[in-house]
């Protein structure tokens, strides 16, 4: 009580929701990338088509916002039309919820066949890369600015992990974690069995290959792949990854906050973004000719474990947490509070996965931790994020009716910044 006392921000309710926020978004990211290696067989690949986890845990975010969308109808007495498309115009308004469903739909994709590349203490190393893709497009999409201290370490932390993805040598490898592949949880037909069989004759044999090496217009696709192989699949999707997951964090959280969006009910708005994640993930189980043959004559538990089963409700509930930051936080706290996960998962890997780093990884991981803390240490004061986290305050109701003297700090808001900052200390 003390303590709450002497400095009230402490106790507020802010600083409650963003220590939950905070811890959640940790220990779900840590669960999610320990159960993404659990979840692979003795070959460090999957059983299980990743696309059914996806949309597992899709409907399970959509069935949520649904219900909670239904509440908030109810309790403000507002019509049940919101939650459904009942005009053209209103079809079209949703569309927009389309680009980040589809952005986060890759994302989730390709982090499973990442981790089948890397070591999850590298592979979360590796993708700190993020922070400097999204400062970049935090400044050109949300005009954010950023200190000349802020670039300087965007740049230290760029050159570290082309140090350290370059130093690690084999310790990058990722290996089957031994004695920890848990037995499927259904016994698959005959039917299942047999297309199985077939599918893998035709793999082995390499008649597929063999075919389609023939054509010539597929001809570029070979020297493609043999040229990706040379420079590294698992980077290339650990970057492509990384572009992909800060451009939908940057686009979901420009449209969560854009206009009179700030004041919408996130399970609303969300109910709409999963949605649409439903529906690419089913198309991908659908379209792809050996997802559906596998969902048809297997079903979608086939291969499936209890680790994937866990990994399902972990990435709903991770989906639902950054939902909340990205609503009522923003990107750049998102992505720092990541660096928690990176530590943790480091550190577990060395008991768990038998990661075993050279001394190269111990002079060069500090400096990626050590450029992140120095970005987030030397942030600007920026009026507009300080506004809206204002009327997010007010909207939340965790401002109540202000006195006159109250009132002035929030005008105060909205006036030009007087502070010695100038545009040449920040760009």
Known sequence: MACCRSCPTLCSRSSAYTLALGLGFVTLGTSRILLLKFCANADNKYDFLPASVNLFAEMIKLLFCLVMSV????????????????????????????????????????????????????????????????????????????????????????????????????????????????????????????????????????????????????????????????????????????????????????ILKDGDQLSESIFIQNSKLYAFGVLFNGLTLGLGSEARGLTVHCGLLHGHNIYSLALVVVTAALGLSVAFILKFRDNMFHVLTGQITTVLVTTLSLFLFDFRPSLDFFLQAPVVLLAIFIYNASRPKDLEYSLQQEKLRVINREVSVRSRGDGEELELLTKANTDSESEEETL
Not at 105 to 124: E, H, R, S
Not at 191 to 203: G, N
Not at 220 to 248: D, E, N, P, T
Request: proline content about 3%; aromatic content about 10%; some cysteine.
């Open 71 to 254: 509440r908030v109808i109810v309790r403000e007495g507002r019509s049940r039309r919101e939650l459904c498309c009942s005009s053209s115009i209103s079809f079209l308004r949703s569309l927009k919820w389309a680009v980040p469903a589809f952005l986060y739909f890759l994302d989730n994709i390709i982090i499973f066949y990442v981790m089948t590349y890397f070591q999850p203490a590298m592979a979360v190393l590796f993708s700190n890369s993020v922070i400097l893709i999204t400062a970049v497009l935090f400044r050109i999409v949300l005009k954010r600015r950023l200190s000349w201290v802020q670039w300087a370490a965007l740049v230290v932390l760029f050159l570290s992990i082309v140090s350290l993805t370059t130093g690690s040598g084999g310790s990058q490898n990722a290996i089957a974690v031994p004695g920890l592949h848990s037995n499927p949880l259904s016994t698959p037909s005959n039917s299942c069995l047999l297309y199985t069989h077939l599918l893998e004759q035709m793999k082995s044999s390499g008649a597929i290959e063999s075919w389609m090496s023939t054509l010539r217009g597929l001809a570029w696709r070979y020297r493609l792949l043999v040229k990706l192989r040379s420079l590294g699949v698992g980077h290339i999707l650990l970057l492509l990854q990384c572009f992909i997951s800060a451009m939908a964090n940057i686009y979901n959280e420009k």
